[in-house]
């Protein structure tokens, strides 16, 4: 026989073959399974951030007189449920907006509890000056946290860059 190839090549070729086959079939599935969580989780994000910001929204425009106007601490209570939702599945930066956004919102459901404990409404259920300040102030708060977690959101979804 003459033959330049020598009698174990073909088997070493059929070997290399499966093996190259093999190993692109599972590199392909490893990459289809994360690009398929990364949508799920996008997913995920894109009904909850909405829903945290809402909740936000909705405590910074509860006014604090007639007292049955509506419950921030409910409110409160919406956003924290949302809140740990979003941690779930929220990278760092998104996580560090949040903790303030809860800081924020308890800050405001404190001042508005203690407004309606300490005082009384001042003509037509509008706020009391005296008072008007502190409230200005955790409203303000919670609004500014409220754009952080908007802006840390935006980058998280590719809206903005970072």
Known sequence: MTTSNPWWGSGLFTVAGVLITTLGASVLAILNRRTERRRLSREQKVETYPELLY??????????????????????????????????????????????????????????????????????????????????????GLRTATEAFLAATRVDLEVDRA
């Open 55 to 140: 909740a936000a929204h909705r405590l910074a425009r509860t006014p604090v007189w007639p007292a049955d106007a509506g419950d921030p601490e409910e409110l409160r209570d919406e956003i924290d449920k949302a809140a740990q939702r979003v941690r779930l599945f929220a990278p760092a930066s998104v996580g560090d907006a949040v903790a303030g956004l809860l800081t924020a919102a308890d800050s405001f459901a404190q001042t508005v509890r203690t407004i309606r404990t300490e005082s009384k409404p001042a003509h037509a259920d509008l706020l009391d000056q005296r008072d008007a300040a502190k409230h200005r102030e955790t409203v303000e």
